[in-house]
């Protein structure tokens, strides 16, 4: 089982980024639920985005209504679209299914 994030980089404050997941090993269709975290040194993982069995979402407070999370089952990829990116955003990204994790990917907002 594999997840491997994809996507991160250097963005302005007020732009858009889409971040990836790509997994193998098992696909999404059968999953309950994939997860998005963040994390900032020296502090802890942060939830961030998640999506259930249903294809029903829930964010966090602080990104509800700027990201997206959804999923591509043909592709058995899973994605975050955010946008209106603030410098409080910048952290690795991780996706998280059950006990797997990706190695993450480093988002930075720059003001």
């Known amino acids: 089982v594999q997840l491997v994030e994809s996507g991160g980089g250097l963005v302005h404050a007020g732009g858009s980024l889409r971040l990836s997941c790509v997994a193998s090993g098992f696909t999404f269709d059968v999953v309950t639920t994939i997860v998005w975290f963040r994390q900032v040194p020296g502090k802890e993982r942060e939830f961030v985005a998640s999506l259930d069995g249903s294809d029903t979402a829930n964010y966090s407070d602080s990104v509800k209504s700027r990201f997206t999370i959804f999923k591509d089952t043909r592709k058995n990829t899973l994605y975050l679209h955010m946008n209106l990116l603030e410098p409080e955003d910048t952290a690795v990204y991780f996706c998280?299914?059950?006990?797997?994790w990706g190695q993450g990917t480093q988002l930075t907002v720059s003001s």
């Open positions: 998280n299914v059950d006990v797997y």
